[in-house]
């Protein structure tokens, strides 16, 4: 289960939020090192949409949440997809130059980029069905501190 702490800078009135957090995972160990490796160097602040059922304001710091099953999921659908639709247009590309009597390695090539083109169509056609893009959403599930007074986002490094 993946949870993190942001601040809703925006409360939307179809019970979603936007939501300003710190970026983790690979960035987690080499910022206070000075050197490291460089892998998050836009920013150190991401903001996002999240499902809002607490009803949070603008300013909450609220706990957010995502579950590993539906992390995992949607990771298998944005990285395996387009692989295989790589590997199924690499196969297809070569059977079908080799039936025509043409080289193989260019079929195989063709081949390749149309299945991974095909891929990642599939992934943004999957990506914006409404039962799974709701399925992996993170969603809020607790304020912990509520807003005191106005909300300044030219404080919060990423939206000022």
């Known amino acids: 289960m993946?949870?993190?702490i942001g601040i809703v800078i925006k409360a939307e009135a179809d019970n979603h939020a936007q939501?300003?957090?710190?970026r983790k995972g690979a960035c987690g160990g080499c910022q206070p090192t000075g050197g490291?490796?460089?892998?998050?160097?836009?920013?150190a602040k991401i903001q996002?949409?999240?499902a809002n059922p607490v009803n949070a304001k603008a300013g909450d710091l609220v706990k957010i949440h995502i579950s590993s099953a539906n992390l995992f999921s949607s990771a298998a659908i944005l990285y395996l997809i387009p692989?295989?639709?790589l590997l199924i247009g690499a196969f297809t590309g070569t059977w079908a130059f080799s039936a025509f009597g043409f080289a193989n390695s260019f079929g195989s090539i063709?081949?390749?980029?149309?299945?991974l083109?095909?891929?990642f169509a599939v992934v943004i056609i999957?990506?914006?069905?409404?039962?799974?893009?709701?399925?992996?959403v993170p969603t809020i599930t607790q304020v912990v501190t509520p807003s005191i007074g106005k909300l300044d986002i030219k404080k919060i490094p990423c939206c000022g």
């Open 2 to 4: 993946a949870e993190n």
């Open 19 to 22: 939501v300003v957090v710190d």
């Open 36 to 43: 490291g490796c460089r892998s998050c160097l836009a920013s």
């Open 48 to 50: 996002s949409r999240v």
């Open 83 to 85: 692989v295989f639709g």
């Open 110 to 115: 063709g081949g390749a980029m149309s299945g």
């Open 117 to 119: 083109v095909v891929g």
């Open 126 to 136: 999957l990506g914006r069905r409404p039962g799974i893009r709701q399925r992996i």
